[in-house]
T-cell receptor
């Protein structure tokens, strides 16, 4: 089954404790992206990747890191989480950016205390 | 002003009604997406448009590039259509910009 998986689905952590949210897709997609969703603000892009070893900042990259060492995986790293990073996070992939359907992961609800 | 505006923000309907959700954008785009977010949070892509009209079951999406406007129509609405519908646009810079969504509730 074609899918995008994220782990963990729920996470409660404390300020400053490094964490990684994993994202994996089994569709051989080149394009992957991370979004955060906050009430009243909608979805905002954090980082995206056009292919292996190619990443770029989205609209809200501060406080986040990503890597794309393999085509299928695109982890999101919070080196020193802060409470303002409490949010619902989505990973997505597509075979290309402009004219292709986006496939979303199930979401990760992160709470930073 | 947001680059992608949706209206209405909230919509309540009776089962069977015809529903229209609107999306206006202010930037040049390469494509427009309509997404559905279920109450559990999962997001599903409904349509991707660069021109004209697309239909899938009871859902119809249209786009007018000159007017920078798109509509999502649901015919014969059903309670299972209750969800948040999100409009997003793809820019030439490979970014997606999202509207804040329209929350639809359909009552039996």
């Amino acid at each position: 089954e074609a899918q995008v998986t994220q782990n963990p689905r729920y996470l409660i952590t404390v300020t400053g404790k490094k964490l990684t949210v994993t994202c994996s897709q089994n569709m051989n997609h080149e394009y992957m992206s991370w979004y955060r969703q906050d009430p009243g603000l909608g979805l905002r892009q954090i980082y995206y990747s056009m292919n292996v070893e190619v990443t770029d900042k989205g609209d809200v990259p501060e406080g986040y890191k990503v890597s794309r060492k393999e085509k299928r995986n695109f982890p999101l790293i919070l080196e020193s989480p802060s409470p303002n990073q409490t949010s619902l996070y989505f990973c997505a992939s597509s075979s290309g950016m402009e004219y292709n359907e986006q496939f979303f992961g199930p979401g990760t609800r992160l709470t930073v205390l | 002003k947001n680059e992608v505006e949706q209206s209405p923000q909230n919509l309540t309907a009776q089962e069977g009604e015809f529903i229209t959700i609107n999306c206006s954008y202010s930037v040049g785009i390469s494509a427009l997406h309509w997404l559905q977010q279920h109450p559990g949070g999962g997001i599903v892509s409904l349509f991707m448009l660069s021109s004209g009209k697309k239909k899938h079951g009871r859902l119809i999406a249209t786009i007018n590039i000159q007017e920078k406007h798109s509509s999502l129509h649901i015919t014969a609405s059903h309670p299972r259509d209750s969800a948040v519908y999100i409009c997003a646009v793809s820019l030439d810079t490979d970014k997606l910009i999202f509207g804040t969504g329209t929350r639809l509730q359909v009552f039996p």
